[in-house]
């Protein structure tokens, strides 16, 4: 019975030294030198290396989505609202608002030229784009390209279109009287200031309408300016002096006789003397004639008024009696006292008509 019971008691023993020998292989202690299983003497295996990486996040900003609306209170162009509008309502608003016509007044005639016409162009989609982004109630510039040649060249177009000679007064016989046709004032369009203004309707999106200036071309001859025409008579003997188409004075005269005629036509007083010398003419009457001195013994009298008739003028006579007769040798008599009051009247240049 106490041999049963050793027995029983080293069973146990046993059992218990197993059991934990088991626990000690099978988890080391970070103390634990060595293990001991066959006598031999093994350093334990070295801990693991752990590795820390070390990640730095950065805060993203969240994209938000570009709005569909143009923001509250936005304008192109200075005055166009467009704010609210989405962008394809937005340049539609602005084409139409670029497209208004330029209205261009001269007198009582309107005209009116399309930006197209003008060869200008607008950057609607750039404005667009930066309407999109700006802030609330601000403004964006409509940029436009507006070539000065093709403003220059539509108003030139206009110049030939409104321009206007100016028309002289004329100066002809009706009737053995004088007409004068009646002058006409020209014009001349101002082209560089429409030039200017139109540009500057395209660039600014002004409508307003623009007048055109012209310049005032003043006839150089009319009606008023006409002044003395003398018409001769030949057939009556009659020497008239008309200011423009009115009758001044009349006088007698003394005209060519058949062999020498007074010639007929249109001239003009070219030379004018005081106390003149008479000098012999190239013609069989006068071969053997001097020149004769200023006095009384002279034909031309004291006053001598050539015309652009070769070797005839009016002049005085000391011959009286000799006035109202076609006697002379071509020329115009006229008596001393008369013609001295015509030479103070008429200047060098102006007309005269002898009729038949």
């Not at 006409?184 to 395209?202: E, H, K, T, Y």
């Not at 006409?226 to 057939?235: A, K, P, Y």
């Not at 069989?284 to 652009?308: H, Q």
Request: aromatic share 6%.
């Amino acid at each position: 019975m106490r041999r049963s019971l050793s027995f029983a008691l080293l069973v146990a023993c046993l059992a218990a030294g197993v059991l934990s020998a088991g626990l000690l292989v099978g988890t080391p202690s970070a103390d634990a030198q060595e293990v001991t299983t066959t006598g031999t003497t093994t350093a334990p295996p070295p801990p693991p290396t752990t590795t820390t990486t070390t990640t730095t996040t950065t805060p993203t900003t969240p994209t938000l989505p570009r709005p569909t609306t143009i923001a509250a209170g936005v304008t192109v162009g200075g005055e166009l609202l467009v704010g609210g509008l989405s962008p394809a309502a937005a340049t539609a608003v602005i084409k139409d608002f670029f497209a208004r016509p330029v209205t261009l007044q001269l007198g009582k005639v309107s005209l009116r030229a399309t930006p197209k016409q003008l060869g200008a162009a607008a950057y609607v989609g750039d404005a667009v784009k930066r309407a999109r982004i700006v802030r609330p109630g601000a403004n964006v510039p409509l940029k436009v390209a507006a070539p000065l040649p093709r403003i220059e060249r539509y108003v030139a177009a206009l110049g030939r279109r409104f321009d206007r000679t100016a028309v002289d007064s004329q100066l002809s016989l009706r009737n053995g009287k004088p007409f004068v046709t009646e002058e006409r004032v020209g014009r001349r369009l101002r082209q560089a200031s429409a030039v200017r203004a139109v540009f500057r309707s395209l660039k600014t999106h002004t409508r307003e309408p623009i007048v055109l200036r012209t310049d005032t071309l003043v006839p150089e001859t009319t009606r008023a300016s006409i002044g003395d025409v003398i018409v001769i008579r030949r057939g009556s003997n009659k020497l008239n002096l008309y200011d423009g188409m009115k009758l001044r004075r009349t006088f007698g005269v003394a005209t060519g006789e058949s062999r020498y005629p007074t010639p007929l036509g249109s001239f003009e007083i070219v030379v004018k003397w005081r106390n003149p010398w008479w000098y012999p003419p190239q013609s069989d009457w006068a071969k053997d004639a001097k020149p004769i001195p200023p006095g009384p013994g002279n034909p031309l009298g004291t006053r001598w008024m050539g015309i652009s008739s070769p070797a005839v003028g009016i002049h005085g006579t000391p011959d009286p009696a000799s006035i109202g007769y076609s006697v002379s040798h071509g020329c115009i008599r006229m008596l001393i006292p008369e013609v001295e009051w015509l030479f103070n009247q008429v200047d060098v240049g102006t007309p005269v008509y002898i009729v038949q």
